[in-house]
């Protein structure tokens, strides 16, 4: 209190004139100089506040690059510890020779190479179904049937062969079964776009500058039936999409070095998984086979948890591989503007947001020719849900089962599965622990479904002979 009056009083006694130029003239105050001798005489001591500590989600704080290149390091490290252990136990194994005896049993006989060539049939059986229908020489409910069987035939075609050919190899019949489902989604969505676009034909056909079947402007791009061509088929067969469109969004030019670079990225990766797998996981693979037969639980969990890590580290790596590197440089090639192929799957806290991000061509074709058309057939929604992951399930088992040559339902159970999980997930976990929920189930759901099915293809294979 006597501070405070003395400086009072100081403020009204008159000082001496200052010279002009810039000083405080008479009788103005002046700042003090120096700081007040207690604490509470200003705010300037005050060094505390209502705040939240950084880890807690309520502080807003959400820069932890140096915890996620701590979680790198330490990634780096253990994974290089792991890989030397496996160097010095197994010497190495890394045989490119192998690699083509994966895809060739015999060098003279290509039947996977084969079968790739044959699907032209198929695709061209569509485009001139297409071209009679738009020109009125054939019925819609002809067509269907045609389309139907031409689709049928995509499936069970390949299935065929690679059941009853032996010189095919099962790596082979994974490429071959691949892309005939690949050509039949597409083919499904080409039928399916032609279709509405004889239905929209008054707008089709409307004066220049109307908007076209697909949105664009119909001047500036094409319009039914001017699409019915070889060109534009092979484009959208061999463009990374699997939704069919009049006119694609092109870039306008090819990026020579983003190119470059994306191709040195394919060939990288794709040599560093060869090398993972059989360096890695077949040794591992091996060595779970005994506590299986001897169905000893705690030595088959021990094997599960160490196949997890190799196993998730090179779907990462092939995620990677197809998705950013081998789809930029097909879209780079062709021009293919939109390059959407996967949106934040690693953030997902659900299930659903998982599978409906990671692999977005397939969750689009999903989303327009099977979710929605079910949805306007008054199909509720749980019911379309179910409904696509049972197509999903189908699929994973095809292209697992028909190659192996066995049919055990693994994956197909494991698709199902995500159903339930999806359910779980969602009612009781949320933030955080449900991100944590999905990433465990990609952990360690994979490894379980390898296991399996290895397992039942050995026992199937060799274990009888020896």
């Known amino acids: 209190m006597g501070e405070r009056g003395a400086g009072s009083s100081r403020r009204r006694r008159p000082g001496p004139r200052r010279p002009s130029g810039g000083g405080p003239a008479e009788g103005e105050?002046?700042?003090?100089?120096?700081?007040?001798?207690?604490?509470?005489?200003?705010?300037?001591?005050?060094?505390?506040?209502?705040?939240?500590?950084?880890?807690?989600?309520?502080?807003?704080?959400?820069?932890?690059?140096?915890?996620?290149?701590?979680?790198?390091?330490?990634?780096?490290?253990?994974?290089?510890?792991?890989f030397l252990e496996n160097l010095i136990k197994y010497g190495i194994l890394v045989d490119p020779i192998q690699v083509v005896s994966l895809f060739l049993k015999d060098p003279y006989s290509w039947p996977s190479l084969c079968l790739v060539i044959v699907a032209n049939v198929f695709a061209l059986t569509a485009l001139h179904t297409e071209r009679r229908l738009a020109a009125g020489s054939l019925s819609e409910n002809a067509g269907t049937v045609l389309h139907a069987a031409n689709l049928l035939t995509i499936l069970c075609f390949p299935a065929l062969v690679a059941l009853g050919v032996s010189s095919i190899?099962?790596?082979?019949?994974?490429?071959?079964?691949?892309?005939?489902?690949?050509?039949?989604?597409?083919?499904?969505?080409?039928?399916?776009?032609?279709?509405?676009?004889?239905?929209?034909?008054?707008?089709?056909?409307?004066?220049?500058?109307?908007?076209?079947?697909?949105?664009?402007?119909?001047?500036?791009?094409?319009?039914?039936?001017?699409?019915?061509?070889?060109?534009?088929?092979?484009?959208?067969?061999?463009?990374?999409?699997?939704?069919?469109?009049?006119?694609?969004?092109?870039?306008?030019?090819?990026?020579?070095?983003?190119?470059?670079?994306?191709?040195?990225?394919?060939?990288?990766?794709?040599?560093?998984?060869?090398?993972?797998?059989?360096?890695?996981?077949?040794?591992?693979?091996?060595?779970?086979?005994?506590?299986?037969?001897?169905?000893?639980?705690?030595?088959?969990?021990?094997?599960?948890?160490?196949?997890?890590?190799?196993?998730?580290?090179?779907?990462?790596?092939?995620?990677?591989?197809?998705?950013?590197?081998?789809?930029?440089?097909?879209?780079?090639?062709?021009?293919?503007?939109?390059?959407?192929?996967?949106?934040?799957?690693?953030?997902?806290?659900?299930?659903?947001?998982?599978?409906?991000?990671?692999?977005i061509p397939v969750h689009k074709w999903c989303l327009r020719h099977f979710y929605k058309p079910m949805i306007k057939r008054g199909v509720s929604k749980w019911t379309a849900q179910t409904a696509v992951f049972l197509a999903s399930a189908f699929f994973h088992e095809y292209l697992v089962s028909v190659p192996l040559k066995m049919f055990r339902l693994w994956a197909f159970m494991g698709m199902m599965a995500q159903i339930p999980l999806a359910w779980l997930v969602g009612r009781f976990l949320r933030g955080n622990y449900g991100n944590a929920a999905v990433w465990i189930s990609l952990i360690i759901g994979q490894p379980i479904a390898v296991l399996m099915y290895v397992h039942d293809y050995y026992v199937l294979n060799y274990e009888g002979s020896q």
């Open 169 to 359: 190899t099962p790596v082979g019949a994974v490429f071959t079964l691949s892309i005939y489902t690949v050509l039949f989604l597409k083919l499904f969505s080409f039928r399916d776009v032609n279709k509405w676009c004889r239905g929209q034909a008054s707008r089709v056909h409307s004066a220049p500058g109307q908007k076209a079947a697909n949105g664009d402007v119909a001047q500036s791009g094409v319009c039914y039936p001017a699409n019915l061509t070889y060109k534009d088929l092979y484009y959208f067969l061999f463009a990374p999409t699997l939704c069919y469109e009049l006119n694609f969004p092109r870039s306008p030019r090819i990026r020579k070095r983003f190119l470059l670079r994306r191709l040195f990225e394919m060939l990288f990766f794709i040599q560093l998984l060869v090398g993972l797998i059989q360096q890695w996981m077949v040794p591992t693979i091996q060595n779970s086979m005994k506590p299986f037969r001897d169905m000893d639980y705690s030595r088959i969990i021990e094997r599960l948890l160490k196949l997890a890590v190799p196993n998730h580290l090179i779907w990462l790596i092939f995620f990677y591989w197809f998705f950013h590197s081998s789809l930029n440089v097909l879209a780079e090639v062709m021009q293919f503007g939109d390059r959407e192929f996967y949106r934040d799957w690693w953030n997902s806290e659900s299930v659903t947001y998982f599978w409906q991000n990671w692999n």
């Open 29 to 82: 105050h002046e700042p003090p100089k120096d700081p007040p001798a207690e604490p509470d005489a200003c705010g300037d001591f005050r060094c505390h506040k209502v705040q939240e500590s950084l880890l807690s989600s309520a502080s807003g704080y959400s820069n932890y690059r140096g915890i996620l290149n701590w979680c790198v390091v330490m990634l780096v490290l253990s994974n290089a510890r792991l």
